[in-house]
């Protein structure tokens, strides 16, 4: 159900003109709040750490403190969490998130396939993300429903794609949303068959010649800066000034290395050339832990899993007879796969994930089986938390739940590891998302051939600092369900229908959605009585109002 700005005139007509008044002046949405106060919350600041019974205040995007029986500033929106837990924004170290992927096209036709331009074999170290990056991208608010509040993001491309930048995954506008550029160039051993380097190994050729290259035009570079009446200005290089960093570790290098020989490749080039590697994207790599952790090389562990084999070929051994060798190898790399994380984790090496293969929705079901297989529930959240902040050099702005940093945080109804857990709220630099999870409405409200509960016409008043919006709620029950219709008093005509309605116990939620150039939508949650409610109305990034009512007559059947 979508409205309209210009006719919705229901029950938000007074917010929203408030919040247009508002866009006038200042050129931008503003929410009505930006203070909130989360009241009686488990806090789990880092990974291995507790606290009950804790009040988190936010305030300007940061954490303004943290205590139990935190006083509430008078223009605070409360959030009263009843003991849910509370997280660190989680941190996508290594994927495209808010890069579209480009459309199929036809290659254009290379004239020169042995001396091909850069830019026609994957050579674009000079490209950033940033340039790229949109907000608007769906896969920004798919990690964010998936509580990443925070990404490394990389460019897409082949051989070197580009500078990857850290963006908050908010909903403003891409260039907002920039944390923290130039985060480390990307190589991938990717060829374009039938232009030079064609194969993997003229990759590596092309990279070490480029390499070279590079710290040659450097230091020309630098002896021009210092003498230029002596030496002569070096031909520029865009590609080759991207790379130069690079030489001087000053940048690492995050190189994608799925497989074995790919992780063994990228170990050659490092100890050729010196530079400062990140092992990204890694999907098999067991097979090189003692040869990573001399070399204390930084890992990112991809959270994209293989199906799990039907049977468990090292606990049922009855079935063993009857398989190939090919069939056995195949399950036993599977299980080596799955109990990667673990293989790290009992190593010593601490480890980062990359999301760079993995749907959103995958994640945590994916870290579940990770867990399963032996990953401590600690070493999967410093995965997700303290350690891919401290790689990108960010620890002290995210990464802990601590006073003075970031608003970033996941707030689940149970601990995030357990199976049933659901996410709750996300925020992100301060800005409050909700996500209800509660099951649709049922024939629960009937007892003994009696009306089910709260159907009637009731009053309601929403509180929108210091005014009040007045009108009437219609709650029926028919075809085993509730039905919910709203009409502000000023304009009894324009029915307003909801969606999602749902009664949990003696809570009744419900959404409606407005059109703002996106849709947005408004969350309803109310705590019901006899003949009286009171609850909240949330508008998104906007902030939550206060709404009451009471019960006036039988309902009006639609």
């Given at each position: 159900?979508?409205?309209?700005?210009?006719?919705?005139?229901?029950?938000?007509?007074?917010?929203?003109?408030?919040?247009?008044?508002?866009?006038?002046?200042?050129?931008?949405?503003?929410?009505?709040?930006?203070?909130?106060?989360?009241?009686?919350?488990?806090?789990?600041?880092?990974?291995?750490?507790?606290?009950?019974?804790?009040?988190?205040?936010?305030?300007?995007?940061?954490?303004?403190?943290?205590?139990?029986?935190?006083?509430?500033?008078?223009?605070?929106?409360?959030?009263?969490?009843?003991?849910?837990?509370?997280y660190a924004g989680f941190i996508d170290a290594y994927s495209n998130t808010g890069i579209a992927r480009p459309e199929e096209k036809e290659r254009p036709k290379v004239t020169n396939t042995v001396y091909p331009q850069n830019e026609e074999a994957g050579i674009t170290p000079q490209v950033r993300a940033k340039d790229s990056y949109k907000s608007?991208?769906?896969?920004?608010?798919?990690?964010?429903?998936?509580?990443?509040?925070?990404?490394?993001?990389?460019?897409?491309?082949?051989?070197?794609?580009?500078?990857?930048?850290?963006?908050?995954?908010?909903?403003?506008?891409?260039?907002?949303?920039?944390?923290?550029?130039?985060?480390?160039?990307?190589?991938?051993?990717?060829?374009?068959?039938?232009?030079?380097?064609?194969?993997?190994?003229?990759?590596?050729?092309?990279?070490?010649?480029?390499?070279?290259?590079?710290?040659?035009?450097?230091?020309?570079?630098?002896?021009?800066?210092?003498?230029?009446?002596?030496?002569?200005?070096?031909?520029?290089?865009?590609?080759?000034?991207?790379?130069?960093?690079?030489?001087?570790?000053?940048?690492?290098?995050?190189?994608?290395?799925?497989?074995?020989?790919?992780?063994?490749?990228?170990?050659?080039?490092?100890?050729?050339?010196?530079?400062?590697?990140?092992?990204?994207?890694?999907?098999?790599?067991?097979?090189?832990?003692?040869?990573?952790?001399?070399?204390?090389?930084?890992?990112?562990?991809?959270?994209?899993?293989?199906?799990?084999?039907?049977?468990?070929?090292?606990?049922?051994?009855?079935?063993?007879?009857?398989?190939?060798?090919?069939?056995?190898?195949?399950e036993q790399s599977i299980q080596e796969y799955l109990s990667q994380a673990s293989a790290f984790e009992k190593a010593g090496i601490p480890f980062g994930f990359s999301c760079l293969s993995v749907k959103a929705t995958d994640i945590k079901k994916n870290i579940q089986t990770m867990i399963t297989h032996g990953l401590s529930e600690s070493a999967a959240l410093a995965a997700l938390t303290t350690y891919p902040a401290q790689l990108l050099g960010i620890s002290k702005?995210?990464?802990?739940?601590?006073?003075?940093?970031?608003?970033?945080?996941?707030?689940?109804?149970?601990?995030?590891?357990?199976?049933?857990?659901?996410?709750?709220?996300?925020?992100?630099?301060?800005?409050?998302?909700?996500?209800?999870?509660?099951?649709?409405?049922?024939?629960?409200?009937?007892?003994?051939?009696?009306?089910?509960?709260?159907?009637?016409?009731?009053?309601?008043?929403?509180?929108?600092?210091?005014?009040?919006?007045?009108?009437?709620?219609?709650?029926?029950?028919?075809?085993?369900?509730?039905?919910?219709?709203?009409?502000?008093?000023?304009?009894?005509?324009?029915?307003?229908?909801?969606?999602?309605?749902?009664?949990?116990?003696?809570?009744?939620?419900?959404?409606?959605?407005?059109?703002?150039?996106?849709?947005?939508?408004?969350?309803?949650?109310?705590?019901?009585?006899?003949?009286?409610?009171?609850?909240?109305?949330?508008?998104?990034?906007?902030?939550?109002?206060?709404?009451?009512?009471?019960?006036?007559?039988?309902?009006?059947?639609?």
């Amino acid at each position: 159900m979508a409205f309209k700005f210009q006719s919705y005139i229901g029950l938000l007509f007074l917010t929203w003109s408030t919040i247009c008044v508002q866009a006038q002046v200042s050129g931008d949405l503003k929410p009505a709040s930006d203070i909130y106060i989360l009241k009686n919350c488990f806090v789990v600041p880092q990974p291995g750490k507790i606290l009950s019974g804790q009040d988190i205040l936010i305030k300007n995007g940061k954490i303004a403190d943290i205590g139990s029986q935190l006083k509430k500033p008078f223009d605070a929106l409360e959030i009263r969490l009843d003991s849910m837990y509370v997280y660190a924004g989680f941190i996508d170290a290594y994927s495209n998130t808010g890069i579209a992927r480009p459309e199929e096209k036809e290659r254009p036709k290379v004239t020169n396939t042995v001396y091909p331009q850069n830019e026609e074999a994957g050579i674009t170290p000079q490209v950033r993300a940033k340039d790229s990056y949109k907000s608007t991208d769906k896969s920004v608010p798919e990690m964010r429903t998936a509580g990443f509040t925070l990404s490394n993001v990389i460019p897409r491309g082949l051989m070197l794609p580009g500078s990857s930048d850290v963006f908050i995954l908010g909903d403003k506008p891409g260039d907002r949303m920039l944390f923290k550029a130039d985060i480390g160039q990307n190589f991938q051993f990717a060829p374009i068959r039938g232009i030079y380097p064609g194969t993997v190994m003229g990759v590596m050729a092309k990279f070490r010649e480029l390499y070279k290259n590079a710290e040659i035009y450097g230091k020309k570079e630098s002896l021009y800066q210092a003498l230029p009446s002596q030496y002569n200005r070096p031909e520029y290089s865009r590609e080759l000034e991207a790379i130069y960093e690079v030489t001087t570790r000053k940048t690492p290098l995050f190189i994608k290395a799925n497989h074995t020989k790919e992780i063994h490749r990228a170990m050659k080039l490092r100890s050729e050339l010196g530079f400062n590697l990140i092992l990204a994207d890694v999907q098999q790599g067991w097979y090189n832990i003692d040869e990573i952790k001399k070399h204390n090389i930084p890992v990112l562990l991809s959270l994209e899993l293989p199906a799990a084999p039907k049977e468990d070929v090292k606990k049922d051994s009855t079935k063993v007879a009857d398989k190939s060798d090919f069939e056995l190898k195949k399950e036993q790399s599977i299980q080596e796969y799955l109990s990667q994380a673990s293989a790290f984790e009992k190593a010593g090496i601490p480890f980062g994930f990359s999301c760079l293969s993995v749907k959103a929705t995958d994640i945590k079901k994916n870290i579940q089986t990770m867990i399963t297989h032996g990953l401590s529930e600690s070493a999967a959240l410093a995965a997700l938390t303290t350690y891919p902040a401290q790689l990108l050099g960010i620890s002290k702005e995210a990464g802990t739940v601590e006073k003075g940093k970031l608003a970033n945080l996941v707030i689940t109804d149970k601990p995030y590891f357990d199976e049933k857990s659901k996410i709750r709220y996300v925020f992100v630099e301060g800005s409050k998302y909700e996500y209800a999870d509660r099951p649709q409405a049922k024939n629960s409200g009937k007892s003994n051939g009696e009306d089910p509960k709260y159907v009637g016409i009731w009053s309601y008043i929403i509180d929108i600092q210091g005014m009040s919006q007045e009108g009437k709620v219609n709650i029926t029950f028919a075809d085993d369900q509730y039905k919910i219709s709203m009409f502000d008093n000023t304009r009894p005509y324009d029915e307003i229908f909801a969606d999602n309605v749902s009664l949990d116990g003696k809570t009744l939620t419900f959404t409606s959605s407005v059109d703002m150039g996106q849709p947005v939508t408004l969350q309803f949650e109310l705590n019901m009585d006899d003949k009286n409610y009171s609850g909240t109305i949330s508008v998104g990034a906007f902030g939550s109002f206060p709404v009451k009512g009471t019960w006036l007559s039988k309902p009006n059947n639609f």
